[in-house]
């Protein structure tokens, strides 16, 4: 398995959760990473990239309140989801590069009201 994503969960409005992608060595270290979120009945979207050199993007529906960081010593990348929203539901999915990217097998994060 290239990416594996962990940490999601069943969590009330306003709470907190934490997800993290581990990926191989090579694939951590050459890609920037990212998690994106596909809604019931949605496309897939942006929720947060960071680069190699530890540059971040973020979706406008989670700026302020989600935080994507590089655990360089593990591998991994941690997506740090703070003061959630119903809207916020969805499966995650932690991605590696763009060209020819690798996807991981999504987590589910259900938000509730």
């Known amino acids: 398995v290239q990416l594996q994503a962990s940490g999601g969960g069943l969590v009330q409005a306003g709470g907190s959760l934490r997800l993290s992608c581990a990926a191989s060595r090579n694939i951590f270290r050459l890609n920037t990473m990212g998690w994106y979120r596909q809604a019931p009945g949605q496309q897939r979207e942006l929720v947060a990239t960071?680069?190699?050199?530890?540059?971040?993007n973020y979706g406008d529906s989670v700026k302020g309140r989600f935080t994507i960081a590089r655990d360089n010593a593990n591998n991994t990348v941690i997506l740090q989801m703070n003061s959630l929203k119903p809207e916020d539901t969805a499966v995650y999915y932690c991605?590696?590069?763009?060209?020819?990217?690798?996807w991981g097998q999504g987590t589910l994060v259900t938000v509730s009201s």
């Open positions: 960071i680069t190699t050199g530890g540059v971040t």
């Open positions: 991605k590696a590069g763009s060209f020819r990217p690798y």
